[in-house]
C-alpha cells in the first residue's frame, strides 16, 4: 500500500499545481507600423500615393498628377512627413518627368528644382528631421543632392563628388547623427 501512495503522491501534486486557464493573448503593440507605397489604378492608367498604419490605408494628396510615389518617411512631432517623387513638367524644357516632392500630413509639398542641373529625373528617397530642420535626401539624373528645409525655406545641397566615382550614383537612404 505505501508503494502505491509515494507513486500517486507526485502526480497528485503536479495536478493541483497545473493552471487550467490559457495565457492571456500579446498585448496590442504602443506603436504604430507605417508603410509607403502606391496603388495601381488600372482604369486610368495611374498609380496613386499613399501609405498604410497597420492595415489601413491613406491616400497622399496628389492632385490630377498621373504617377507618384512615395519613399522615405519620419515623424516630426504629431507630423508625418513622406519623401517621394511626382510626374510633372520640368522648369525649363517642360518635357513631363519625376520631380522631387515631400507630403507633410498627406498634403503635397513640391520640392525647389530650379538651381539643379538635369535632364531625365528628379526624385526624394528619404527624410530626417535633425536639430530643427528638415533633411531631404534625392538625385538629380543619378547625382545625390540634399535639401534642407528650415520653416518654408528650402536650401540646396549638392554632394561632393568623388574623383574614384566614374558611374552615376542614386541617394537612397539618410541618417544623420
Not at 492632385?63 to 517621394?84: D, E, K, M, V
Not at 500630413?105 to 539643379?116: F, M, S, Y
Not at 535626401?137 to 574614384?164: C, F, M, N, T
Request: a negative charge; hydrophobic letters at 40%.
Amino acid at each position: 500500500m505505501k508503494k502505491i501512495t509515494v507513486l500517486w503522491l507526485p502526480l497528485l501534486l503536479l495536478a493541483a499545481c497545473r493552471d487550467n486557464n490559457p495565457p492571456p493573448p500579446p498585448a496590442t503593440p504602443d506603436y504604430d507600423v507605417i508603410s509607403t507605397g502606391v496603388l495601381t489604378d488600372l482604369a486610368e492608367l495611374s498609380y496613386k500615393p499613399g501609405y498604410w498604419i497597420g492595415k489601413d490605408w491613406h491616400p497622399l494628396e496628389a492632385h490630377n498628377i498621373r504617377q507618384a510615389f512615395p519613399y522615405g518617411l519620419t515623424r516630426q512631432g504629431q507630423s508625418l512627413i513622406i519623401a517621394g517623387a511626382y510626374e510633372g513638367p520640368h522648369p525649363q524644357t517642360g518635357d513631363n518627368m519625376l520631380l522631387p516632392c515631400i507630403w507633410r500630413n498627406g498634403h503635397l509639398i513640391k520640392l525647389p528644382v530650379n538651381e539643379l542641373s538635369f535632364d531625365n529625373r528628379c526624385s526624394a528617397s528619404d527624410v530626417v528631421w535633425h536639430n530643427n530642420a528638415l533633411y531631404i535626401l534625392g538625385e538629380a539624373d543619378l547625382e545625390p543632392v540634399i535639401w534642407k528645409a528650415e520653416g518654408e525655406q528650402y536650401r540646396i545641397i549638392p554632394l561632393p563628388k568623388s574623383q574614384d566615382i566614374t558611374g552615376r550614383r542614386r541617394g537612397s537612404n539618410l541618417i544623420i547623427w
